[in-house]
């Protein structure tokens, strides 16, 4: 990673090294989004990993109109700034509109552009000139080279807070598959790089009218991603993931967190011990 990502008062790349970012799918309630921010900080804070809480205050690209979507921008935006203020917690969300953006950067610390948009210039470019952190999920359709395009349009706005986070790739019908030379291969642009092991679990679609999923294997798939050297996790959670609204199949219970943290930041150290040459 060469490019230092400046993420409110922190500088990811120097004295923040390793990210996790966690949270809900989709807000589906205030006390909900209240309860995960502040589990996940403590679990983070035991393990010694800068948080950033993820939820989603509308989900546009659901996969039937009546999938739950969560409750919409300006609701959505309050909750978020209220964890963000009581639970102190740096707080992230997706746009899925150029006319989210402004609204969005006045609460966001981080600005997410979703997976199947990633391609979509106007909405690229609108993020960048917030001049805040920018996480770009890459699209399950793309090839990892194919991110320095997506990189250049968000860079032409003068904004070099740039991360990448790999989610997934189709594989044939309702199905992806974690391509772990992609970290290594985006991670050459030079720019941080975040894995997203519960989406690249997900099987969109696969339920019909609804996404499925195999949360059984977001801890090994962690594992692997660090093994593989990444500089960061991205995690949905859910304290009752059977009756989550949305994308319950590919959360991890939230209990489980503090093992995944434990584990994967183990591995984590001994690769870069390993990569700076220390026996």
């Given amino acids: 990673m060469t490019h230092v990502v400046r993420i409110g008062d922190w500088t990811f790349g120097r004295e923040v090294d390793f990210l996790l970012i966690a949270g809900l799918c989709a807000i589906e309630s205030e006390a909900d989004a209240m309860h995960a921010a502040a ?56 746009v899925h509109a150029v006319d989210e953006v402004a609204a969005a950067a006045e609460v966001l610390d981080i600005i997410q552009t979703p997976a199947y948009l990633c391609r979509q210039t106007d909405l690229l470019t609108a993020v960048g000139r917030t001049g805040k952190a920018v996480n770009v999920k890459k699209g399950q359709f793309l090839a ?37 030379r992609s970290l290594r291969i985006m991670r050459s642009l030079g720019f941080p790089v975040i894995f997203d092991a519960s989406h690249s679990v997900q099987l969109p679609g696969g339920r019909g009218d609804v996404s499925g999923g195999q949360r059984e294997f977001i801890l090994p798939l962690a594992r692997a991603a660090a093994a593989v050297g990444v500089d960061g996790i991205y995690l949905e959670v859910h304290d009752r993931p059977e009756t989550a609204r949305c994308d ?32």
């Fill in 39 to 94: 589990s996940l900080k403590k679990f983070a804070e035991e393990a010694g990993v800068p948080l950033v809480f993820k939820a989603s205050y509308d989900k546009a690209n659901r996969t039937s109109c009546s999938s739950f979507r969560g409750p919409g921008l300006e609701e959505g935006l309050r909750i978020l700034s209220k964890v963000r203020r009581e639970i102190g917690v740096k707080v992230l969300s997706d």
């Fill in 144 to 180: 990892p080279w194919d991110m320095e395009h997506v990189l250049h349009k968000v860079r032409s706005t003068g904004n070099e807070n740039i991360m990448i986070t790999e989610r997934g790739s189709s594989f044939g019908y309702n199905q992806l598959v974690a391509d772990m």
């Fill in 248 to 279: 319950g199949p590919n959360s991890l219970p939230l209990d489980h967190v503090p093992a995944l943290l434990k584990q994967v930041l183990r591995i984590q150290q001994m690769v870069r011990t390993w990569e700076e040459g220390i026996p």
